[in-house]
């Protein structure tokens, strides 16, 4: 019989987006709660080593590419351009403290309690925390929430040697630019990634097994996605399988299928990005018999519930997009309904985001999507090299894309290409919450000159009554 150190109301165990707004949120909601981490932050992936710095080196390297390729145009001189990638790890890893460290005083803020350690399940209602000096406790919760997360998917053509086979964890702490980068996988990881070493002056290359990036997004976008980063200097590969990896002479040699044939392509490093799973095998599912499929994804109910009483689970580990921002909402929906109020979280209304430059953003059904569920829809579509910001911005690549249905006009599925597309969702979000119809966003007044006018112009023009196209 384990002894029990403390009890708590609700248990949650992981720290990232979807744990700690879950236990924020409960703590708000009057629960005793405390949250489960091992890592000496808070924030899980997202915060330490996925969303946050990511988009700090993002960040960093479009100033530098800016600077090198067009600040000329507006008149902006520089000599001696040059890039200190020890500056640049040192920003974002102090934008990353700034983040976590806001985190932990959210904790003490709203009194929850950081349990300090691995995280497993020790049997019904009881949750075992194993510090790093391998000292155990155990603790009671009435509700317990399993937040573990995601880690990246390691192939066996390509194992991790975490120096020049490496993960995205390690894609973002390199010390140098490297003058080859090879990637394994065309989704949003290795193409954000490969972005920014691209900006810095890597050599990149994409190898891509489906015969198009960005998987499940809408065709015609992917398309002109893979234009946009070809035209950047992106070797994008399709339909291209990778067999087997090498290091020979210091470099990364990898054998891949294309076309029936085998062709080869070597690199100083390569990042496998070809996906994540969820982190529940080391979470003790098993010690209460707590259903998982095949894959790790734990089976929930509408309401978040596993298959065993008083355990729940969300974000990364159930079934849905792995997005920080779906965790998030997953989190609080959960600690409102187990204060017995309406949480709700909307999937139709969850953006998927791309932050390359320009940056992708997706919300609702895609064209095929429409096709095979067989709903009748028509299409409006805007190109920012219209739009008089843009142009000032000198950012005129992409275009806003709205699906409707065909007889009602109810939004469908809004797909941007263009500058700052993760803000511009933001709109389409709310409008889709709403309800709204394609005239609902086309009849709403615009600031002029703003990049949102591209959204109210491809409402327009789902109708064919586009102003200024």
């Known amino acids: ?24 949120r409960a703590a708000q909601l009057g629960f005793r709660t405390a949250c489960v981490e091992a890592s000496e932050t808070l924030g899980g992936t997202c915060l330490n080593v996925g969303c946050i710095p990511s988009k700090a080196l993002l960040e960093s390297s479009h100033h530098y590419h800016k600077a090198g390729h067009e600040f000329s145009e507006h008149g902006i001189k520089l000599d ?16 990353v403290s700034s983040i976590t460290d806001g985190v932990a005083g959210l904790f003490k803020k709203n009194k929850v309690k950081w ?22 406790e155990t603790f009671a ?10 880690i990246p998917i390691q192939i066996p053509p390509a194992k991790f040697d975490h120096k020049q086979i490496v993960d995205s ?51 015609g976008v992917s398309r002109e996605m893979l234009k946009i980063l070809k035209k950047q200097g992106m070797n994008i590969q399709l339909s291209t399988m990778l067999e087997s990896t090498e290091i020979v ?3 990364v040699k990898m054998t891949c299928k294309q076309k029936d044939q085998s062709v080869e ?76 109020k309406a949480g709700h979280v909307n999937y139709e209304a969850i953006a ?14 895609t064209e095929e999507e429409c096709k095979e569920q067989g709903i009748p829809f028509k299409t409006g579509k805007f190109y920012f090299k219209a739009n008089g910001r843009a142009k000032a911005m000198n950012e005129t690549q992409g275009f806003v894309k709205c699906l409707a249905h065909k007889e009602s006009d109810r939004l469908l599925g809004v797909h941007i290409i263009g500058p700052t597309a993760s803000e511009l969702a933001a709109e389409a979000a709310l409008a889709f919450e709403y309800g709204a119809s394609a005239e609902d966003i086309a009849r709403s007044v615009h600031a002029h000159p703003t990049l949102a006018e591209a959204m109210k112009e491809a409402a327009l023009d789902v109708d064919k009554r586009a102003i200024h196209s």
């Open 1 to 24: 019989m384990n002894s029990v150190s403390d009890s708590y109301d609700v248990i949650v165990i992981g720290a990232g987006p979807g744990g700690y707004v879950c236990a924020i």
């Open 80 to 95: 001696r351009l040059s890039i200190d990638v020890p500056q640049m790890l040192k920003r974002k890893e102090a934008v």
């Open 115 to 136: 349990l300090k350690g691995h995280g497993s399940i020790a049997g019904p209602g009881l949750v075992t925390v194993t510090s790093k000096d391998g000292k155990n």
């Open 141 to 150: 919760g009435k509700h317990v929430v399993i937040a573990t997360g995601s």
């Open 169 to 219: 964890t390690d894609a973002l702490s390199f010390k140098a630019v490297p003058e080859e980068l090879l990637v394994v996988g065309g989704g949003v990881i290795g193409l954000e990634l490969g972005s920014v070493w691209l900006r810095l002056g890597s050599k990149v290359t994409v190898i891509e097994a489906q015969n198009k990036i960005l998987g499940a997004t809408d065709a």
């Open 249 to 251: 002479d210091g470099k």
């Open 265 to 340: 392509f070597q690199g100083d490093k390569a990042l496998i990005a070809v996906g994540r799973r969820p982190l529940t095998d080391q979470v003790g599912l098993e010690k209460v018999g707590i259903k998982a499929d095949s894959r790790g994804f734990i089976e929930v109910d509408k309401h978040y519930k596993t298959s065993v009483d008083g355990f729940y689970a969300i974000g990364d580990t159930i079934h849905g997009p792995m997005l920080a921002h779906k965790a998030e909402e997953e989190g609080i929906a959960l600690a409102e309904m187990l204060a017995g």
């Open 352 to 365: 998927s985001v791309v932050y390359t430059w320009p940056e992708l953003a997706s919300i609702g059904l």
